[in-house]
């Protein structure tokens, strides 16, 4: 089981998440602590990241083996989530 760590980033950007999103988003991010690497998550290339998808939305996190620890730090439409 890890523990999910939610940066700053990605609760101000939970902040401004409609609802219907909001409650969307947080089941999903709620079974990473089971499995991290759920089907359809992708490696980022240029990073030690990984993402989800929600309808057009982006959840990117990193994940660290050893402390069994999720950092979550970005949660956007997928417009802005990549700048």
Do not use: C
């Amino acid at each position: 089981m890890y523990k999910l760590k939610i940066l700053p980033a990605a609760q101000k950007d939970i902040d401004v998440l409609p609802d219907k999103i909001f409650t969307a988003i947080k089941s999903k991010i709620l079974r990473l602590s089971d499995n991290p690497r759920p089907y359809g998550a992708i490696k980022l290339t240029n990073d030690e990241a990984y993402r989800i998808r929600l309808w057009d939305y982006r959840v990117l996190y990193r994940i660290n083996d050893k402390s069994k620890e999720i950092f979550l730090y970005r949660i956007k439409h997928r417009k802005e989530v990549y700048r």
